[in-house]
């Protein structure tokens, strides 16, 4: 009998090789834990849109100008609004740095290929940055969260531009028990 390939092995084999191909021809992790990307990866001013947040609505959920919401690409933190769960371990945390990151701030945000989820949401890579300097990446939100133990690495294709910079910094937060890999319990 043949085994059937699952949702969840083929997002596996498909991040897993896009690791191995980044980590060989385009990234490398910097001695501080940093995902230092080559200039053939950066983003450009073309592929940005510079908005404003008005507030965040949990800690991978922000609302900008118009009221728009905006979901992060690749990356999920513990639920807070979710009706059918309750609060997880480390929501609130999440919700809360996410808050003092980027809520009434000026923010980058990249689109993938994806415009939106089925919420209707926006999907986009969120860098806090100087709104006087466009060209200055700043923080790459997303890989913060991750890399600080808020969130996992969440890769759902066709999105998976920085799949490998999440796994990495998944794998960083995990092994120097940073945030959630610290406070709440590994599900098996």
Request: charged share 30%; aromatic share 10%.
């Amino acid at each position: 009998m043949g085994r059937k390939l699952t949702k969840k092995k083929i997002i596996f084999l498909i991040a897993l090789f896009i690791i191995l191909f980044e980590t060989i021809f385009n990234r490398h992790v910097g001695e501080n834990g940093n995902t230092q990307i080559k200039p053939t990866a950066q983003i450009t001013p073309q592929t940005r849109e510079l908005v404003k947040v008005i507030r965040i609505v949990d800690g991978d959920t922000i609302v900008i100008e118009g009221n728009k919401k905006v979901r992060y690409i690749g990356i999920d933190t513990p639920e807070t609004k979710d009706q059918k769960k309750s609060v997880q371990c480390y929501g609130q945390e999440a919700a809360e740095k996410n808050r003092q990151l980027v809520e009434k701030k000026y923010v980058l945000l990249e689109k993938d290929v994806s415009e939106v989820d089925k919420y209707n949401r926006l999907l986009r890579y969120v860098w806090l940055t100087d709104p006087n300097n466009a060209s200055s990446e700043g923080i790459f939100i997303n890989d913060y969260l991750v890399r600080q133990g808020y969130a996992h690495a969440a890769t759902f294709p066709p999105d998976v531009k920085y799949a490998d910079t999440f796994l990495i910094a998944e794998k960083y937060a995990r092994d120097n028990y940073l945030g959630l890999w610290s406070s709440c319990p590994v599900k098996k």
